[in-house]
């Protein structure tokens, strides 16, 4: 697939670039994809969720009333979970959400990701993007003449840009990265993909 390179102006150069078959244009695995995402938004997790449970509540261990006579069910301590601020039943615990997947699988999902993009025209060859100094009015110039409204957009560099990064962060539904940390939830979640003509490169060595 051949694409055209814009520039920061939002106008067609005479240049143009062909995407990589073997990463734009695989056979898709969605499984792939289905398990890379999975495990992404697993790493998100804290796992810090914890609840204390009978034997961790403080109070007292007395016997709070007699075993028999009382009309009502036996009680033997007051951190019983029947009762107001006693212990909580099988409550959360600290728990490591992650696991593992072979890179093979995650280089196919990346792949897989970025054909669907390719397939449905969501992806849009830059000229390299540069700022001398960091200025979010800079950055939404660039989005008004890519035509950038409220769609969630990702920006892929081919290093790291602290000024493009600064001048990006708090614009909302846009994301800037680089190619080296690219990741298939990301690219998913973008609807436009706005590649720096050196960051395709990058991308290719990493996913070939």
Do not use: W
Request: net charge positive; glycine share 6%.
């Amino acid at each position: 697939m051949e694409l055209a390179v814009y520039n920061t102006s939002g106008k067609a150069t005479s240049k143009k670039v062909t995407l990589d078959g073997e990463v734009f244009g695989i056979e898709p695995n969605d499984h792939a994809i289905y398990l890379d995402v999975k495990q992404y938004l697993a790493q998100q997790r804290q796992g810090t969720h914890k609840s204390k449970e009978r034997a961790e509540i403080a109070g007292s261990t007395r016997k709070i009333k007699k075993q028999k006579g009382t009309g009502t069910a036996r009680a033997g301590s007051i951190k019983n979970p029947l009762f107001k601020g006693g212990g909580r039943v099988f409550g959360p615990r600290p728990k490591d959400y992650s696991f593992k997947l072979n890179k093979k699988v995650k280089r196919i999902a990346r792949k897989s990701a970025l054909t669907h993009k390719a397939n449905t025209d969501a992806i849009t060859i830059l000229e390299k993007l540069k700022m001398d100094k960091p200025r979010t009015k800079d950055f939404l110039s660039l989005l008004n003449n890519l035509n950038i409204t409220s769609e969630r957009t990702l920006f892929v560099l081919s290093a790291n840009d602290s000024n493009v990064y600064l001048s990006s962060r708090n614009i909302q539904r846009t994301q800037v990265v680089t190619a080296d940390t690219l990741n298939t939830y990301d690219i998913l979640k973008a609807k436009k993909m706005f590649i720096a003509e050196d960051a395709l490169e990058v991308i290719n060595n990493i996913l070939k």
